[in-house]
């Protein structure tokens, strides 16, 4: 019948079978010796993303980056060339660290405690009484860490010899290209810490079958009787990358009257900024820790740092094109990040119950159905990376 919708037929296990049925080993959520191999052969020889060139306006622009699972201070700024930059945030003659601000402007970088200083470029530009040295200036610049930029998303990669950026990103890149976020120029942020291994946290958000329990209030409209769980209606698999396609209750009922005002009017800033609706149902999950939510009125990125085995950050942005221009827009802005920090509140306690249950050692082994394959394959990824990592070292 015309307009009739779709009836909902969830990913079939056929369809997912070659990654496989088996248990998945507990220990790796909550084990400091797995969280070591996690560090060396995932997080220390991929790109992560830290933050976007809206932050880096102008030459001498910086953010400051802390970095538990390298345990390092990482400096990124935008050079008098106009190119962006990464260094360790430590003077090159006994360690101390450079900068304490997380943001801002300078033309250049100076030691407090023995006024060395350096350009945007990392070069030492000049240290008093220099002469006493016994080293030349061109080997005591500030060291480098790789920095790409994709998407206005920028990316380090802390390994020596890295793969470029878009080789690594595969064909997401493009996708990522047509995205808001590559034309963003403000966002909103929200910052948690929370008692859960990195991969626990980040799974949570990598599957719908909680949503009728721990979201009936906020996250409703998301089921319906076609589909109770509000399981998606496709899963992509891209090398160690995924994407997922949400499912659109077209039976829901209207949100409150606040949030359709909210909704109406990113939906018409959308618009004016030409940003249509491909790929607006759409979740990119990049290996290993970062997500982005295709929709152009509520456009957000989510990355999970590790800080140990059992600890993570969470880093929610909502990205926009231009400052508001209405109040009507103020409004919607601030009331769709606090949605999404409202659906985040809801998800917080089970999580971390989620860690101490694992963490007592008393299960060997947890189970993922096949809606949860997302979760199945975020796993396997760690695995065979970590396995190669340990075969590299015992050649």
Known sequence: MAG?????????????????????????????NFYELERQAVFLKSWIEVGHVCEL?????????????????ILIVRGKDGAIRAFH?????????LVEAEAGRQSTFSCPYHMWTFGTDGGLISAPDFGQFHVA????????????????????????????????????????????????????????????NWKLTYDNFQENYHLRFIHPRSGGAA????NPFG??????FHGQHRTQTIWSNVSAP????????????????????????????????????????????????HVIMPIDATRSRGVIRVYWIGEDSSASESFARELLMATARDIHAEDRAVIEAGQKGLSSGALKHIHFQTQEVLCRHL?????????RHQAQNVR
């Open 4 to 32: 009739q919708a779709a009836v909902f037929s969830p990913v079939s296990q056929s369809q997912v079978d070659w990654l496989g049925t088996d248990p998945i080993p507990a220990e790796p959520f909550y084990d400091p």
């Open 57 to 73: 306006p102008e030459p001498g622009s910086f953010i400051r980056r802390e970095i538990e699972f390298a345990k390092a201070s």
């Open 89 to 97: 945030n430590v003077c090159t003659h006994r360690g101390t660290q």
């Open 137 to 196: 200036k061109e080997d005591c610049s500030l060291p480098k860490v790789a920095v790409e930029v994709c998407a206005g998303l920028i990316f380090i990669n802390f390994a020596d010899r890295p793969p470029p950026l878009r080789e690594w990103l595969g064909d997401l890149a493009d996708r990522l290209d047509a995205f808001l976020v590559a034309r963003a120029t403000a966002f909103h942020e929200y910052v948690y810490e929370i008692d859960a």
């Open 223 to 226: 089921t319906g009787p076609d």
């Open 231 to 236: 399981y998606p209606v496709r899963y992509g």
């Open 254 to 301: 209207p949100p409150p009257p606040a949030a359709m005002l909210a909704y109406a009017a990113a939906g018409r800033a959308a618009a004016v900024n030409g940003l249509g609706l491909n790929d607006a149902k759409d979740y990119i999950a990049l290996f290993p820790n970062f997500f982005l939510f295709g929709s152009p009125v509520q456009h957000f990125s």
């Open 379 to 387: 796993y396997q990824q760690v695995a065979a990376a970590v396995e």
